[in-house]
């Protein structure tokens, strides 16, 4: 049996979860609404406060998507009820990060300013030389945070670039001069 698959899903109170057929999952919440079709082989059902997912056989394939399903499931419920948020920290000599309306400006060392929309139902916040990315659906949240990096990786040698704030850059030892 997967271990994560068999675990319950805790639906907390004030959040409402609806399942349809086809597997068509809905989560309302105080922050919001989110709905994913999900594997048509699971068996979802809603008991008592609960979300449990089971599998029709314990062939591969259905064995890796009893995990998924559970943790989707389970990711939708956190989103609306308490949302998600990524930091990314800007690292570098004249790097900057603002704000303007719905609009990220990033100064990363480019002849011009990046300039990045929020995303409908994601919000950016800028702090200094950090950048909160929030939201209720955590595969949007994650892209979005993945996106802004790319605009500019840090860096192994000074660590110049945008990083997450819980990512440690693998430095490397730069070039010695002879003397």
Same mark, same amino acid.
Not at 46 to 60: A, C, I, N, Q, W
Not at 65 to 86: C, P
Not at 89 to 105: D, I, P, S, T
């Given at each position: 049996?997967? /271990?994560?698959?068999?675990?319950?899903?805790?639906?907390?109170?004030?959040?409402?979860?609806?399942?349809? =057929? %086809? %597997?068509?999952?809905?989560?309302?919440?105080?922050?919001?609404?989110?709905?994913?079709?999900?594997? *048509?082989?699971?068996?979802?059902?809603?008991?008592?406060?609960?979300?449990?997912?089971?599998? +029709?056989?314990?062939?591969?394939?259905? @064995?890796?998507?009893? #995990?998924?399903?559970?943790?989707?499931? !389970? %990711?939708?419920?956190?989103?609306?009820?308490?949302?998600?948020? @990524?930091?990314?920290?800007?690292? #570098?000599?004249?790097?900057?990060?603002? *704000? !303007?309306?719905? &609009?990220?400006?990033?100064?990363?060392?480019?002849?011009?300013?990046? =300039?990045?929309?929020? +995303?409908? #139902?994601? =919000?950016?916040?800028?702090?200094? %030389?950090?950048?909160?990315?929030?939201?209720?659906? *955590? =595969?949007?949240?994650? !892209?979005?945070?993945?996106?802004? /990096?790319? &605009?500019?990786?840090?860096? +192994?040698?000074?660590? &110049?670039?945008? @990083?997450?704030?819980?990512?440690?850059? /693998?430095? &490397?030892?730069?070039?010695?001069?002879?003397?």
């Amino acid at each position: 049996m997967s /271990r994560i698959g068999r675990l319950p899903v805790v639906v907390p109170s004030g959040v409402e979860v609806t399942i349809t =057929e %086809n %597997n068509e999952v809905t989560v309302k919440g105080p922050k919001g609404t989110l709905a994913k079709a999900l594997p *048509k082989e699971m068996d979802i059902k809603l008991e008592d406060g609960h979300v449990v997912v089971t599998r +029709p056989s314990d062939l591969k394939k259905m @064995k890796s998507l009893h #995990g998924l399903t559970r943790t989707l499931i !389970q %990711n939708m419920v956190t989103g609306v009820s308490e949302g998600y948020a @990524k930091v990314l920290e800007v690292n #570098g000599v004249g790097y900057r990060a603002a *704000k !303007q309306g719905k &609009k990220l400006v990033l100064s990363l060392g480019y002849s011009h300013p990046v =300039e990045m929309e929020d +995303p409908e #139902g994601l =919000e950016s916040t800028v702090d200094g %030389n950090k950048i909160t990315v929030k939201g209720i659906d *955590k =595969e949007r949240v994650g !892209q979005y945070a993945a996106e802004i /990096r790319d &605009k500019r990786r840090p860096e +192994p040698y000074k660590g &110049k670039g945008i @990083k997450y704030a819980d990512e440690v850059i /693998r430095r &490397k030892v730069g070039k010695t001069g002879k003397k």
